[in-house]
Nanobody, 123 residues
Framework: QVQLAESGGGLVQAGDSLRLACAASGRMFSTYDMGWFRQAPGKEREFVAAIRWNIGTTYYGDFAKGRFTISRDNAKNTVYLQMNSLKREDTAVYYC????????????????WGQGTQVTVSS
Protein backbone atom coordinates (compact mmCIF):
# COMPACT_ATOMS: atom_id res chain seq x y z
CA GLN A 1 0.00 0.00 0.00
CA VAL A 2 1.27 3.46 -0.91
CA GLN A 3 -0.12 6.74 0.32
CA LEU A 4 0.57 9.90 -1.61
CA ALA A 5 0.32 13.52 -0.50
CA GLU A 6 0.72 16.42 -2.92
CA SER A 7 1.80 19.90 -1.96
CA GLY A 8 2.95 23.11 -3.60
CA GLY A 9 -0.15 24.20 -5.45
CA GLY A 10 -1.44 27.73 -5.32
CA LEU A 11 -2.42 30.86 -7.20
CA VAL A 12 0.17 32.28 -9.58
CA GLN A 13 0.26 34.61 -12.54
CA ALA A 14 0.79 33.60 -16.12
CA GLY A 15 4.48 33.20 -16.83
CA ASP A 16 5.33 32.25 -13.26
CA SER A 17 6.81 28.98 -12.07
CA LEU A 18 5.61 26.51 -9.48
CA ARG A 19 7.03 23.30 -8.07
CA LEU A 20 4.73 20.57 -6.90
CA ALA A 21 5.87 17.83 -4.58
CA CYS A 22 4.40 14.44 -3.83
CA ALA A 23 5.50 12.62 -0.70
CA ALA A 24 4.98 8.87 -0.64
CA SER A 25 4.72 6.54 2.30
CA GLY A 26 6.23 3.07 2.37
CA ARG A 27 9.63 1.54 1.80
CA MET A 28 9.05 0.48 -1.79
CA PHE A 29 8.96 3.94 -3.33
CA SER A 30 12.07 3.33 -5.39
CA THR A 31 10.34 0.44 -7.17
CA TYR A 32 7.34 2.47 -8.30
CA ASP A 33 6.87 4.39 -11.49
CA MET A 34 5.48 7.82 -10.59
CA GLY A 35 3.20 10.08 -12.57
CA TRP A 36 1.44 13.42 -12.52
CA PHE A 37 -2.02 13.99 -13.94
CA ARG A 38 -4.33 16.97 -13.95
CA GLN A 39 -8.01 17.64 -14.25
CA ALA A 40 -9.55 20.97 -15.11
CA PRO A 41 -13.21 21.78 -14.41
CA GLY A 42 -15.46 20.11 -16.93
CA LYS A 43 -12.61 18.21 -18.53
CA GLU A 44 -11.28 14.70 -18.32
CA ARG A 45 -8.19 13.88 -16.37
CA GLU A 46 -5.08 14.08 -18.54
CA PHE A 47 -1.56 12.78 -18.33
CA VAL A 48 1.10 15.37 -17.47
CA ALA A 49 4.35 13.51 -16.86
CA ALA A 50 5.85 10.28 -15.55
CA ILE A 51 9.19 8.99 -14.37
CA ARG A 52 10.38 5.39 -14.26
CA TRP A 53 11.48 3.68 -11.08
CA ASN A 54 15.01 2.77 -12.13
CA ILE A 55 17.06 4.98 -14.41
CA GLY A 56 14.51 7.73 -14.30
CA THR A 57 13.31 7.74 -17.88
CA THR A 58 10.76 10.52 -18.22
CA TYR A 59 7.62 10.97 -20.29
CA TYR A 60 5.57 14.10 -20.93
CA GLY A 61 2.27 15.14 -22.35
CA ASP A 62 2.66 17.31 -25.43
CA PHE A 63 1.60 20.48 -23.59
CA ALA A 64 4.21 19.81 -20.88
CA LYS A 65 7.23 19.29 -23.09
CA GLY A 66 9.75 22.10 -22.70
CA ARG A 67 7.89 23.71 -19.77
CA PHE A 68 7.48 21.01 -17.12
CA THR A 69 10.10 18.75 -15.57
CA ILE A 70 9.44 15.68 -13.47
CA SER A 71 12.07 14.38 -11.08
CA ARG A 72 12.31 12.12 -8.07
CA ASP A 73 14.37 11.78 -4.92
CA ASN A 74 14.17 8.18 -3.78
CA ALA A 75 15.99 8.97 -0.54
CA LYS A 76 13.15 11.33 0.36
CA ASN A 77 10.32 9.25 -1.14
CA THR A 78 9.32 12.30 -3.12
CA VAL A 79 8.53 13.11 -6.73
CA TYR A 80 8.49 16.66 -8.04
CA LEU A 81 6.91 18.52 -10.90
CA GLN A 82 8.62 21.77 -11.83
CA MET A 83 6.29 23.89 -13.93
CA ASN A 84 7.63 26.92 -15.76
CA SER A 85 6.02 29.51 -18.02
CA LEU A 86 2.62 28.68 -16.63
CA LYS A 87 -0.45 29.50 -18.70
CA ARG A 88 -4.08 30.02 -17.76
CA GLU A 89 -4.91 26.70 -19.38
CA ASP A 90 -2.65 24.97 -16.86
CA THR A 91 -5.24 25.72 -14.20
CA ALA A 92 -6.35 22.37 -12.78
CA VAL A 93 -6.16 20.02 -9.85
CA TYR A 94 -2.88 18.15 -10.11
CA TYR A 95 -2.69 14.57 -8.93
CA CYS A 96 0.26 12.40 -8.10
CA UNK A 97 0.04 8.69 -8.88
CA UNK A 98 2.12 5.56 -8.37
CA UNK A 99 2.22 2.19 -10.03
CA UNK A 100 4.28 -0.91 -9.59
CA UNK A 101 7.15 -1.29 -12.00
CA UNK A 102 6.59 -3.49 -15.04
CA UNK A 103 2.82 -3.13 -14.78
CA UNK A 104 0.77 -1.23 -17.31
CA UNK A 105 1.35 1.97 -19.19
CA UNK A 106 3.04 4.98 -17.62
CA UNK A 107 0.47 7.08 -19.46
CA UNK A 108 -2.61 5.63 -17.81
CA UNK A 109 -2.36 2.62 -15.50
CA UNK A 110 -1.77 3.64 -11.90
CA UNK A 111 -2.61 1.88 -8.67
CA UNK A 112 -2.41 4.68 -6.12
CA TRP A 113 -3.52 8.29 -6.23
CA GLY A 114 -3.11 11.34 -4.07
CA GLN A 115 -5.87 13.78 -3.13
CA GLY A 116 -4.65 16.45 -5.50
CA THR A 117 -3.44 20.01 -5.21
CA GLN A 118 -5.05 23.00 -6.89
CA VAL A 119 -3.04 25.10 -9.31
CA THR A 120 -4.64 28.31 -10.50
CA VAL A 121 -2.97 30.52 -13.07
CA SER A 122 -4.32 34.02 -13.54
CA SER A 123 -3.63 36.26 -16.51
Amino acid sequence: QVQLAESGGGLVQAGDSLRLACAASGRMFSTYDMGWFRQAPGKEREFVAAIRWNIGTTYYGDFAKGRFTISRDNAKNTVYLQMNSLKREDTAVYYCAAKARYSGSVYSTYDYWGQGTQVTVSS
